[in-house]
């Protein structure tokens, strides 16, 4: 069974850190397409980062560019979004996601979805 399993987010100030982990299970991450997207209450799904092979850099949309990064740990087949300088508009629930045939990063090119996890950022 494929399955995918976010962790770390958390409430933080404005200007602090948080790293994500997404520990997938049932296949290997790097024979597929990673991603992390957003959802903000009221707003559309977005996509924040995505690789979509091992010769291919990462994506980032232009709100977090700077800030956040995304890598994977293949011997334990999880990925992980680093997040930087975090903002308020940030605050989102954050869902890691994979894909063997995805090319991009829009949400409709993955089938592979976590529960995700929630990432408040305030004061």
């Known amino acids: 069974q494929l399955q995918l399993v976010e962790s770390g987010g958390g409430l933080v100030q404005p200007g602090g850190s948080l790293r994500l982990s997404c520990a997938a299970s049932g296949f290997r991450l790097d024979y597929y397409a990673i991603g992390w997207f957003r959802q903000a209450p009221g707003k559309e799904r977005e996509g924040v980062s995505c690789?979509?092979?091992?010769?291919?850099?990462?994506v980032y949309a232009d709100s977090v560019k700077g800030r956040f990064t995304i890598s994977s740990d293949n011997a334990k087949n999880t990925v992980y979004l680093q997040m930087n300088s975090l903002k308020p508009e940030d605050t989102a629930v954050y869902y890691c996601?994979?894909?063997?045939?995805?090319?991009?990063?829009?949400?409709?090119?993955?089938?592979?979805w976590g529960q995700g996890t929630e990432v408040t950022v305030s004061t």
């Open positions: 690789i979509t092979g091992s010769d291919t850099s990462p």
């Open positions: 996601t994979a894909d063997s045939a995805a090319w991009g990063c829009e949400p409709y090119e993955y089938d592979f």
